[in-house]
């Protein structure tokens, strides 16, 4: 696939492909060799089920359909992480495929609420599905075997007090299952898992046989593969719709034990996820276990069992009420198991945690809020004393600011920073009315600042050594200068300016800009060299119906630049700061680099703060 996004991209399934082959725009996506076409995607029946033929067709139909969409999430590009324009990151994509129950999946409610359930689930614009009728069968050729589950006749006399429960390998699915069978004694577990990698699997395999041998052999563990075969690889990192997959397993799971319902637990800081500035503009917020995206997973397997339901007994727990678990029943050991990594790539050595992503951080600051830090797994970057790069800072402030109720100091103000947000959530909340769902969100949330805050003042008292400095580029410094107190785009700005402060003077002594062009360029460089990665001339932003140019700008921050030079009056860059403080929405930054080497700005602090004062996160720097 080629690097940036398509408009729509259309995906031919199963035997509808002609080809194996894919583009920008088509994908071919085949699970069994056919016609000499060789196969591109695994999708694991066999390893699933000793008799995937005894499957109902319907069910077969779903496994295809999930493994489908995941596949081809995973093999259309978003575009490049730093796109600020939120238009190059969605994506339309279109399936072609062939199943066996042919009335059931044509019903236009059903293919409605298949559709909602992937747009949000992923942030993607469009899903839309075309099915028609399978003159084969997505299995391959095999010999009959005489039973479902040939290898599970010892457990089948269990099944009645069994429940079915997702098992990731992360921490929050593990320390379900840990909880589960302490507190259920007299009952069985039935784990339902996604394979999608060799070091998934591991991780999967040593946490099952650990928990049968702690538990008596009380728990069964069933894993579906799925994934991308090598020869076509895997673009996209974010895998949005592995939930949509994992649901799909465990109702497969549900269908064949006569089971109504499964469980998901996710801690609900995480399953709720605020965005942070650059993931408003991006949608980059993830909802893997957010409750709407639970609520309309839940919706449309009601189209195969009305009564069906999905339970979440952690959306009350923070990410430290979870790590605590692991040590009231005294599975602290177990902690380095777990796999809460949201990066899948680029972690050097035997590690399995980044240490930079959303997930490693909150994960850090809990397992020392909870005393558990030195049971905690390695990471490949140790952000408490050197901070990788911006992004991870950007992530640190964030979970700061948050913690510290900057913008929430109350549910209401909660509710007025993420409107569009808390009403998603309030939506499919447990609570009778929206007035109780708010005010046990903010307590979730109050609870979370001050896990955060404590792991803040623990990572602190143990790793600030008095003996040595402490590096400007470090959680330690951080913490000490209350930088996180600043809004993230002023942290930006400030950053910007003292590089901006001393190569200014320095790059025009002898010879200034030729125009506003020449000084965009050369202001550009001048940030470049200082480590930052800024796009000049930025492709046209889009925003709802209108579109804007920037001069310079990067993910969440755009920067305008106004020379003065000559005769040229305040007024003229006055007038152009005006125009463009109107034409970009509320919730990115701006940043307005005004250089004025003949001091035709009379006051710089009235001028400043004019602009200033007439939207958030708006800033005007001078320069001579």
């Not at 589950?149 to 992360?170: H, K, P």
Request: charged share 25%.
């Amino acid at each position: 696939m080629t690097s940036s996004s398509p408009k729509i991209v259309t995906v031919y399934c199963g035997e509808l492909c002609k080809s194996n082959k894919s583009n920008s725009t088509i994908l071919n996506l085949l699970n069994r060799p056919l016609n000499g076409i060789e196969a591109n995607i695994t999708i694991g029946y066999e390893k699933f089920v000793n008799d995937p033929e005894s499957l109902s067709p319907r069910i077969l139909d779903l496994l295809q359909l999930a493994a489908y969409v995941y596949c081809a999430d995973r093999l259309i590009n978003r575009g490049e992480r730093t796109s600020v324009n939120n238009e190059s990151w969605a994506r339309t994509i279109e399936f072609h495929m062939p199943v066996i129950d042919i009335d059931f999946w044509t019903n236009t409610a059903l293919k409605t609420a298949l559709s909602e359930c992937l747009q949000f689930m992923t942030g993607d614009r469009k899903y839309s599905f075309c099915f028609t009728k399978a003159n084969l069968s997505p299995l391959e050729p095999r010999a009959k075997q005489l039973s479902l589950f040939t290898d599970e006749i010892s457990f089948v006399d269990g099944i009645d007090s069994a429940d079915v429960m997702l098992l990731s390998g992360g921490l929050d699915s593990l320390a379900g299952a840990i909880e589960y069978l302490n507190e259920n004694g007299e009952r069985n577990l039935i784990t339902v898992t996604h394979r999608g990698n060799n070091s998934v699997k591991k991780t999967q395999k040593a946490i099952v046989e650990h928990l049968q041998s702690q538990y008596d052999k009380r728990i069964r563990a069933y894993g579906f593969e799925c994934h991308n075969k090598k020869i076509v690889g895997s673009v996209e990192e974010t895998q949005r719709t592995r939930m949509f997959l994992f649901s799909i397993i465990a109702y497969a799971i549900c269908e064949c034990f006569g089971k109504h319902q499964f469980y998901v637990h996710e801690n609900g800081i995480t399953s709720i996820n605020l965005p942070s500035q650059g993931d408003v503009i991006n949608a980059r917020s993830s909802r893997t276990t957010h409750p709407k995206t639970l609520g309309l997973v839940k919706k449309f397997l009601r189209f195969f069992d009305s009564s069906f339901d999905i339970l979440t007994p952690y959306c009350l727990k923070t990410k430290e009420d979870v790590i605590a678990l692991f040590d009231k029943y005294n599975e602290k050991g177990l902690l380095t198991s777990s796999v809460s990594c949201s990066s899948t790539r680029n972690k050097p050595g035997m590690t399995n945690h980044c240490g930079c992503c959303s997930q490693c951080i909150d994960r850090r600051f809990a397992a020392y809020a909870a005393g558990l830090d030195e049971y905690d797994a390695s990471y490949a970057n140790d952000f408490i004393t050197n901070i990788p790069d911006n992004e991870t800072k950007q992530r640190l402030y964030n979970t700061l600011r948050l913690a510290s109720a900057e913008k929430a100091k109350s549910a209401m103000d909660l509710y007025k920073n993420y409107p569009d947000e808390m009403n998603d959530v309030v939506e499919y909340w447990h609570c009778d009315n929206a007035e109780d769902s708010l005010e046990e969100i903010y307590s979730l949330f109050s609870r979370f600042g001050d896990s955060v805050l404590r792991g803040a003042q623990i990572m602190r008292t143990k790793c600030d050594d008095l003996s040595i400095p402490i590096l400007d580029n470090s959680f330690l410094s951080m913490v000490s200068s209350r930088d996180y107190l600043k809004t993230p785009t002023l942290i930006r700005v400030d950053e910007i300016d003292r590089v901006l402060r001393t190569s200014i003077p320095q790059a025009f002594h002898k010879e200034k800009p030729k125009n506003e062009n020449d000084f965009n360029d050369k202001v550009k460089a001048l940030l470049d060299a200082a480590g930052n990665s800024f796009t000049r001339e930025y492709p046209v932003l889009r925003f709802g119906i209108s579109s804007y140019r920037a001069d310079i700008a990067d993910e969440g921050l755009i920067i305008e630049s106004k020379y003065l030079r000559g005769k040229v009056a305040p007024s003229v860059a006055t007038e152009g700061i005006s125009a463009d403080i109107t034409k970009i929405p509320d919730g990115i930054g701006l940043l307005f680099v005004v250089y004025d080497p003949e001091r035709n700005i009379p006051n710089d602090n009235d001028y400043i703060n004019g602009f200033q004062d007439k939207r958030q996160d708006c800033y005007v720097r001078v320069y001579r």
